[in-house]
């Protein structure tokens, strides 16, 4: 059964800090997804990571992914409020366009 | 183009009762999938449907039923509710290929008393 280990679930930090979300995941995969769910909204997808060594950015967030390690960390440069929600990962299960097993999620709040 | 579009969008149903939730994938999405979210278990997939076949699905009891028609259009049915079906359900579309981004509805949000 493949598990996702997000950490940390919860996190406070200052507005201009840096920090990185982490996402473990316990069976072979090299398919990740980041999503992003403010509250009582929807999951909006911020990135599809492919392949070992995936590296994508979007504005202050970057993703990575390393399949051998089976990790996957989102990295949150000089954080504004505006990025305050709760950010979950999600790994494929099988081949094909398959469902998703997702973190716990890692409730951010950004404060100034 | 038009999102993931799911309805309605808020319901109150009284344990016992059946449910039935709509959703409509973006244009040219022929997989749809259904994710349970609740504050204790988190995001749970229900099942995934392709071309109105059920491809996948998930470790939920008998009472969870789905089906998609030739449009791509899919409903959820839930049967015999109970106080624990209280979550927000969510519909996702894709793309037929693997990799391929994964898009979420709003969301149908279900209170059970």
């Known amino acids: 059964e493949l598990k996702v280990e997000q950490n940390p679930l919860f996190l406070s930090m200052q507005e201009g800090k840096n920090y990185t979300i982490y996402c473990n995941y316990s069976?072979?995969?090299?398919?990740l997804y980041w999503y992003r769910q403010d509250p009582g909204k929807s999951l909006e997808s911020l990135f599809v990571?492919?392949?070992?060594?995936a590296v994508k950015q979007e504005g202050r967030l970057m993703a990575s992914l390393d399949t051998k390690a089976r990790l996957s960390t989102l990295h949150i440069t000089a954080a504004v409020h505006d990025l305050s929600a709760t950010y979950f990962c999600a790994v494929d299960i099988q081949s094909g366009n398959t469902p998703l097993v997702f973190g716990k999620g890692t409730r951010l709040s950004v404060i100034a | 183009k038009a999102g993931v579009t799911q309805t309605p969008r808020y319901l109150i149903k009284t344990r016992g009762q059946q449910v039935t939730l709509s959703c409509s994938p973006i244009?040219?999405?022929?997989?749809v999938s259904w994710y349970q979210q609740t504050p204790g278990q988190g995001l749970q997939f229900l099942f995934e449907?392709?071309?109105?076949?059920?491809?996948n699905k998930g470790n939920f009891p008998g009472r969870f039923s789905g089906r998609q028609f030739s449009n791509s259009r899919s409903e959820m049915n839930v049967s015999t509710l109970e106080l624990g079906d209280s979550a927000l359900y969510l519909c996702?579309?894709?793309?037929?290929?693997?990799?391929?981004?994964?898009?979420f509805g709003e969301g149908s949000w279900l209170t059970v008393v």
């Open positions: 996702a579309s894709s793309l037929a290929s693997s990799g391929n981004t994964i898009y």
């Open positions: 449907y392709f071309s109105e076949t059920q491809r």
């Open positions: 990571l492919l392949s070992n060594g």
């Open positions: 244009s040219g999405h022929r997989s």
């Open positions: 069976t072979t995969s090299d398919r």
